[in-house]
């Protein structure tokens, strides 16, 4: 009884906006009492409308009221206080809309602070204490406050669920035991909660490693892309001042060829306006002497002619025309042809750097691997065409189905000479390099070799056959089987014989692997680490 009336004082001195005690309490006409700044700030929001309400009868009135302190109901709660409210813990606060309440309190529930799970009920402070103190209930489950406890009753026979069907996989109450889940394989809550909780366990060690694994790999991840910023920070700083300095040597090259031209151009100009003017000059002098002589064959004293011929009749040695060589319109023209052939081979070194940059250009993986093929349809995803380099060819194979076959032959070839041709062995190479994942199928008769190789292998000697070399891997088909060949050991390989090779060549993982292709595919050697 003490403690009903306690609650109910506790609820005539409440305020029902904070739903605690009353502070600074004031009193609105209509009869209801609030803490002073819970009204207030409730009729702060209404400002707008200038119309102000009760929060419980919503009984309004226009002006704002003044609030005054009731200094009745303040002496009134401070004495609630003392009587023992003021000890009261926090925990003794109403339930609200989203909070689990007391089962047992009446009126205004409390909030709940744990859930039963024999009793299935939730309880306050007040009404928790005989689970501490009366030796039956102390054995129950206490957890924390659950609004889903009714999940736990059988919704059939309205029974707590204690035991757990495996066949079923359903938690069943013992009236289920001995109706729909008879004979079934079932064991006790409890006990399925301790194996499911050793799985959980052992998922979460997984988890956690996995958790760690990946912020390795993140941590390797952050690395790789700053190494790869640093790498190629570099590369463009080295890059820039490579290709600075060859502009600079081209600059160079361009002054001198500018400077030569317009040196011999200022020479042989000079030497051609020396010859004008001396030439010129020779035509005045024959003018004179021509006029000259036209005024003696006009004399008629024909012994001043006599006496004047011999003087007159005297020429200086004369500059022979022929002796001046005028060639054809091309005095530069084998300036520019060089220049010409220079620009040629220079845009043609260029070309094949670049291409090498593009073939030798580190590709970073950094992200998860992906898995290998194995089937055909996953293998063809990676397929590549193969095309054959006439200028490597050996002169007894004969190429031909746009140097997509290739075929052995006693006649020699009319192939130009190259340094990059095979001389003793019939071998030929793709125009193509492999990089990242490659795959292709190669169609044979008779005896042949298949073999994946560096392209800087020798030409020449008997060390650059296939698979005589630690540069070059060969698989050998014969009607009689299959042989590896890798740096001069043979090996025998099993596989059923198919006119169809499949070759797959993972680069970046180092895989080499060789298959026989018919209705099925069937590898004949593989996973092989090139390098």
Not at 37 to 58: A, G, I, N, V
Not at 157 to 166: L, Y
Not at 249 to 256: A, H, T, V
Not at 299 to 315: G, M, R, V
Request: proline content about 4%; aromatic content about 6%; overall charge neutral.
């Amino acid at each position: 009884m003490a403690q009903k009336r306690v609650q109910l004082e506790e609820e005539a001195f409440s305020c029902s906006i904070c739903l605690d005690l009353l502070k600074d309490p004031v009193t609105v006409s209509c009869g209801h009492s609030y803490c002073m700044k819970c009204l207030q700030t409730h009729w702060d929001t209404e400002d707008e409308k200038k119309l102000y309400s009760c929060p419980q009868c919503r009984q309004t009135f226009r002006p704002r009221p003044v609030l005054l302190k009731s200094t009745m109901l303040a002496v009134l709660v401070e004495e609630l206080k003392k009587s023992g409210l003021q000890a009261a813990p926090a925990d003794h606060c109403y339930a609200g809309a989203e909070d689990v309440a007391c089962d047992i309190c009446t009126g205004r529930k409390l909030r709940a602070q744990k859930s039963c799970l024999q009793c299935l009920a939730s309880y306050c402070q007040n009404h928790l204490q005989p689970h501490f103190e009366a030796a039956p209930l102390k054995k129950h489950k206490l957890v924390e406050p659950s609004k889903k406890l009714q999940e736990n009753v059988c919704s059939h026979h309205d029974e707590a669920m204690k035991i757990f069907c495996r066949t079923d996989q359903q938690s069943i109450c013992t009236f289920c035991l001995l109706d729909k889940h008879k004979g079934h394989d079932t064991v006790s809550a409890a006990a399925e909660r301790a194996e499911r909780q050793r799985e959980l366990e052992v998922s979460r060690q997984n988890i956690q490693q996995r958790i760690q694994d990946r912020e390795k790999d993140v941590k390797l991840l952050q690395q790789e892309a700053e190494a790869i910023n640093r790498s190629a920070d570099k590369a463009v700083e080295d890059s820039q001042k490579i290709f600075t300095q060859l502009i600079r040597l081209m600059e160079k090259q361009r002054s001198d060829v500018t400077q030569q031209v317009r040196s011999q151009q200022e020479s042989q100009v000079s030497r051609v306006k020396e010859l004008e003017e001396k030439l010129r000059q020779e035509i005045a002098e024959l003018k004179r002497r021509d006029g000259e002589l036209q005024t003696l064959s006009q004399t008629e004293d024909h012994n001043q002619f006599l006496h004047d011929y011999p003087s007159l009749s005297a020429l200086s040695q004369p500059t022979h025309s022929s002796s001046i060589h005028i060639r054809p319109l091309r005095y530069f023209e084998d300036v520019t042809a060089a220049v010409s052939a220079l620009g040629d081979k220079v845009q043609d070194v260029l070309t094949e750097t670049w291409t090498n940059i593009l073939l030798t250009g580190t590709e970073v993986d950094v992200l998860l691997p992906q898995p290998e093929p194995k089937t055909r349809e996953e293998f063809i995803r990676y397929s590549c065409d193969i095309t054959l380099d006439p200028n490597t060819a050996n002169r007894e194979l004969l190429l031909s189905d746009g140097n997509r076959r290739v075929t052995w032959t006693r006649q020699q070839q009319s192939y130009p000479s190259h340094p990059h041709r095979f001389t003793e062995w019939s071998q030929v190479l793709s125009r193509e390099s492999l990089t990242g994942r490659c795959y292709w199928e190669v169609e044979w008769r008779g005896d042949i070799s298949v073999a994946v190789t560096y392209k800087n292998i020798n030409r020449t000697g008997n060390e650059c056959g296939f698979g005589y070399n630690d540069k070059s891997w060969a698989l050998n088909c014969i009607d009689s089987g299959y042989y590896f060949w890798y740096n001069s050991v043979q090996t025998p390989v099993s596989g059923p014989q198919s006119s169809r090779v499949g070759v797959y060549l993972d680069h970046r993982a180092g895989i080499l692997s060789f298959y026989s292709i018919s209705e099925t595919m069937k590898v004949l050697h593989g996973r092989v680490k090139s390098s």
